[in-house]
T-cell receptor
Framework: KAGVTQTPRYLIKTRGQQVTLSCSPISGHRSVSWYQQTPGQGLQFLFEYFSETQRNKGNFPGRFSGRQFSNSRSEMNVSTLELGDSALYLC?????????????FGSGTRLTVV | QQQVKQSPQSLIVQKGGIPIINCAYENTAFDYFPWYQQFPGKGPALLIAIRPDVSEKKEGRFTISFNKSAKQFSLHIMDSQPGDSATYFCAARYSRDDKIIFGKGTRLHILP
């Protein structure tokens, strides 16, 4: 059974650019959540999608956005990149219809902003 | 307070020892408490989880102890092995907004 696939694994961008990260959940999982992981702040919740609808949102600026497609694949976009956006971005999918249960994480996309 | 405080930040234990990682919370609206294990270069993996109406749960060598009155829960790893060396995160689900709040993590090193 394939796990959660995140692409690309590594990304280097310049300040001011925008970036799109992709997440393919486990087959049958309709919930996809995104987290930012940094050494200082740990794991911070970005947003959660379920059946193409944003069901929950964390405390990040509007530069961070996401969407989910009909096949449950999800993308997140960060516009006008700042140095502080350098982080590991993790996607997690879940079989549960109830938010927050049974996350399976991907290996993440390591974003470096220079 | 929607926080989960985790300690210690790092822990070194001899092989076969029982590392214990502790977490504490203040808000009683948390309703689900998972633990995650993360190896370098990988995402966190769900290890074991508990609900507040249960005081202890075991899965293999991993045990969660839960003290509802003290608002504390802990992870014990029995017969620890060098392969258990990883970062461990406790977490809690806040029932009022369904968000999972993570602790800051404990870097565990098991000496061979």
């Amino acid at each position: 059974k394939a796990g959660v696939t995140q692409t690309p694994r590594y990304l280097i961008k310049t300040r001011g650019q925008q970036v799109t990260l992709s997440c393919s959940p486990i087959s049958g999982h309709r919930s996809v959540s995104w987290y930012q992981q940094t050494p200082g702040q740990g794991l911070q919740f970005l947003f959660e999608y379920f059946s193409e609808t944003q069901r929950n949102k964390g405390n990040f600026p509007g530069r961070f956005s996401g969407r989910q497609f009909s096949n449950s694949r999800s993308e997140m976009n960060v516009s006008t990149l700042e140095l502080g956006d350098s982080a590991l971005y993790l996607c997690a999918s879940s079989l549960s219809d109830t938010p927050g249960y049974g996350y399976t994480f991907g290996s993440g996309t390591r974003l470096t902003v220079v | 307070q929607q926080q989960v405080k985790q300690s210690p930040q790092s822990l070194i234990v001899q092989k076969g020892g029982i590392p214990i990682i502790n977490c504490a919370y203040e808000n009683t609206a948390f309703d689900y408490f998972p633990w995650y294990q993360q190896f370098p270069g990988k995402g966190p993996a769900l290890l074991i989880a508990i609900r507040p109406d249960v005081s202890e749960k075991k899965e293999g060598r991993f045990t969660i102890s839960f003290n509802k009155s003290a608002k504390q829960f802990s992870l014990h790893i029995m017969d620890s092995q060098p392969g258990d060396s990883a970062t461990y995160f406790c977490a809690a689900r806040y029932s009022r907004d369904d968000k999972i709040i993570f602790g800051k993590g404990t870097r565990l090193h098991i000496l061979p």
